[in-house]
């Protein structure tokens, strides 16, 4: 068994999902929540949150491997800016706790859990709801981290069966 975490960072909601994956691919759901940052006075509260909820996740569950949506580029500037710290934050609790970090662009991801990169966000909850067997509706940001999750685990039994180092899976996409 193999624990992946996958980070869905932002700077008003960090998405947090855990999956454990078997020796023949199968995906299992452990853990999901969304990090509620808004409560915090200033936005260098937020990033301490973020960074201490995510070490303390890290720490009860202990994952092996870890993934992250690459950013992307928003219309506003400050938004940017905003959910690049919230991405050093999580980088930094991830490498903390001594994990290597991949990471997945939002069409990757999409790819790998809906089957085109131009999924949306419906598409993303109810495909990981499926994939994991979890009743109900799940939040967006703990569906996408999930997600992403996902992604890195497909991803991973790829260059495993092919037996590529993963930079040279990237490469050729």
């Known amino acids: 068994m193999t624990r992946i975490l996958g980070v869905d960072p932002g700077s008003q909601r960090t998405g947090v999902g855990i999956i454990?994956?078997?020796?023949?691919?199968?995906?299992?759901?452990?853990?999901?929540?969304?990090?509620?940052?808004?409560?915090?006075?200033?936005?260098?509260?937020?990033?301490?949150?973020?960074?201490?909820?995510?070490g303390a996740i890290l720490a009860e569950y202990a994952p092996q491997e870890a993934a992250i949506e690459r950013v992307f580029m928003a219309r506003n500037p400050d938004s940017a800016l905003k959910l690049g710290q919230a991405r050093g934050a999580a980088i930094c609790a991830l490498a903390q706790h001594g994990l290597g970090i991949s990471e997945y662009a939002a069409r990757e991801v999409k790819q790998a859990v809906v089957g085109t990169g131009a999924g949306d966000k419906a598409q993303v909850q109810h495909m990981v709801g499926l994939l994991l067997e979890i009743p109900g509706r799940l939040q967006a940001d703990a569906a996408d981290a999930l997600a992403i999750a996902?992604?890195?685990?497909?991803?991973?039994?790829?260059v495993a069966r092919l037996g590529v180092a993963r930079e040279a899976w990237r490469r050729r996409r």
């Not at 759901?29 to 937020?46: K, P």
């Not at 996902?150 to 790829?158: E, G, N, Q």
Request: charged content about 25%; cysteine-free; hydrophobic content about 40%.
């Open 150 to 158: 996902l992604a890195h685990a497909h991803t991973r039994a790829s």
């Open 20 to 54: 454990d994956v078997d020796q023949a691919g199968r995906s299992r759901h452990v853990f999901h929540t969304a990090l509620n940052l808004l409560g915090q006075e200033n936005f260098a509260g937020r990033l301490k949150q973020l960074f201490d909820e995510l």
